[in-house]
């Protein structure tokens, strides 16, 4: 196991933000952090990469306990935050060179690393820029270098996508699955539920301090009852007289849609149309669209106290 | 053994990376520049006035010998201000937090900045020292009444103006050190203020402290 935690607590004042959490990382593998905001993702990161101290619980990273060998810990990691952490007054080249110094390589083995990782990045040209010229997916490309520098065995990547436009987010989702092919670890918290889908192999939802839900992304989807058919109407008499006929299902006025729930196999799909066209015989003018259960579905059913959305067409 | 080797190498990067920023951004010119400007202000522009308000006082030593520790202290407050102002545009930009995650000796990021401040500190104090010492420059006292002594007397030695430009160096050096009787003798700051503007004011034949007659431009032809 590369992370090993035991009750991990963590309150500021009054206020509790982690009540015991138990995390297992495997080695080699991806492992997404789901919440939404305020859940304590970025707390549990802040702990794991060392910057705060936990209120109690037991954390061993990479072999080595959190509390009694920091630095052992922070040689074996490396992070990558939503903050972006480079220096603008460097150029992207300097940037390199000083954590190759920082991580006390020799002087032609830190040129020969940042050469290297200038060039698996796109960053070649840019390499004797400041950053501040560079775009947003540059800048987050530089900086993911820039932790790379020293080898890391486990990294963690605090929203590493957001902000960025689709094509530079496949670009970082290609980095971080060469990343895993070479045996590095990737503690991964985002907003995006696509792109834990996408990547990770765990997941884990957290919320108001507590995992409520860990498993694989199937897994997760298999316990959350989403999947079903939705019918678009053109208008209003339509929707009044299939909703009248076939009684009880998720109805949407404003959108003109109905919901019917299925398991997402043909069987159940054939079925419900089939009981569409018998009893309405309503079908001209239907438009249909098949709803699988995705982990969209997992977050609300799993993080749905106050939520505001629920009902609406989900 | 190797803890301290890599504590000092750790701080060398970080000195090199505050140099590298220094360069950069545009601290290097206020830390640099400021002093200097503010010194040439209050001298040259502002001085006679003050010297004047000065009273009884400046008559006792020169202007410039109370205006250079006051250059010296501001020199050093703003070296240190700029410090703090780098310190927390690297917090904010969070870079500092990259450096909490790695294994690297935690008190070379402060000592780097702080002794790339101690450096562009040095530099300044030096080069307003120089200023200073310029701008009180010892003078040679002419024979009474003669118009051409008194160019003379202008003439700043800046060889020997260095020791004179801070007031308790000045003190030191209060007591005559040749003998009056000699017609070329280095005169010191208790018997002459602001020597250049005073120059200025005597080779125009006037004794009142007028602060229009000391401006920049009238003294620029004599010194």
């Known amino acids: ?314 | 053994m190797s803890n301290f080797s890599f504590a000092l190498r750790d701080s060398a990067t970080m000195l090199r990376r505050d140099v590298q920023h220094s360069l950069r951004n545009f601290s290097i010119v206020f830390v640099l520049l400021v002093p200097i400007i503010m010194l040439l202000l209050l001298n040259y522009v502002f001085g006679g006035a003050i010297g004047a308000g000065l009273g009884g006082v400046a008559r006792g030593s020169a202007y410039i010998d109370y205006l250079a520790p006051g250059i010296f202290v501001m020199t050093v407050g703003s070296g240190c201000a700029a410090t703090a102002l780098n310190l927390c545009t690297d917090m904010a930009e969070g870079i500092v937090t990259r450096f909490r995650t790695m294994a690297i000796f935690r008190a070379s990021v402060l000592l780097g900045q702080v002794l790339g401040s101690l450096i562009r500190t040095l530099i300044s104090v030096v080069l307003s020292g120089w200023r200073c010492s310029w701008a009180s420059g010892p003078r040679r006292v002419p024979s009474p009444g003669s118009r051409r002594s008194a160019s003379l007397r202008c003439s700043p030695s800046r060889s020997h103006g260095w020791g004179r430009c801070s007031g308790w160096w000045a003190k030191r050096r209060r007591e005559p050190t040749a003998s009056p009787s000699s017609s070329n003798y280095w005169h010191t700051p208790a018997a002459h203020s602001s020597a250049r503007n005073r120059c200025q004011l005597e080779s125009a034949g006037s004794r009142s402290f007028s602060p229009s007659r000391l401006s920049l431009t009238r003294c620029g032809g004599c010194c």
């Not at chain 1, 590369?2 to 206020?15: Q, V």
């Open chain 1, 1 to 314: 196991m590369m992370i090993e935690t035991r009750g991990l607590r963590k309150s500021f004042g009054d206020h509790v933000v982690l009540a015991g959490i138990d995390l297992d990382v495997a080695e080699g593998s991806i492992f997404a952090l789901l919440g939404p905001n305020g859940a304590g993702k970025t707390t549990t990161v802040q702990i794991l990469s060392t910057l705060i101290s936990a209120d109690s619980g037991k954390t061993r990273i990479a072999g080595h306990d959190l509390a009694r060998e920091p630095d052992a810990v922070r040689a074996a990691i490396g992070v990558t935050g939503q903050f972006s952490a480079v220096d603008d007054l460097l150029t992207g080249e300097e940037n390199l060179l000083l954590m190759a110094d920082l991580h006390h390589l020799s002087r032609r083995e830190g040129r020969k690393r940042a050469a290297d990782l200038l060039e698996r990045f796109e960053l070649v040209e840019a390499a004797k820029q400041r950053p501040a010229t560079y775009s947003g997916g540059m800048r987050r490309r530089l900086d993911l270098a820039m932790t790379l520098v020293g080898n890391p065995r486990l990294i963690f990547l605090d929203e590493p996508t957001t902000g960025l436009d689709p094509r530079s987010r496949h670009t970082m989702w290609q980095i971080i699955r060469d990343l895993v092919a070479d045996g590095v670890t990737i503690f991964l918290t985002t907003q995006y539920l696509d792109e834990a889908d996408e990547l990770a192999n765990q997941i884990a939802v957290l919320d108001r301090g507590k995992l409520v839900a860990e498993g694989t992304p199937d897994e997760l989807k298999r316990c959350i009852p989403g999947g079903h058919i939705q019918l678009q109407f053109a208008d209003a008499c339509g929707l009044e007289a299939v909703a009248h006929t076939l009684g009880e299902m998720v109805r949407n006025d404003e959108a003109l849609t109905l919901q019917i729930p299925t398991d997402g196999s043909i069987r159940s799909l054939k079925a419900a149309l089939d009981r569409l066209d018998y009893e309405t015989n309503a079908v001209d003018g239907v438009g249909v669209t098949v709803h699988t259960p995705d982990l969209d579905d997992v977050f609300f059913a799993l993080t749905s106290h106050p939520d505001p959305q629920k009902g609406d067409g989900r």
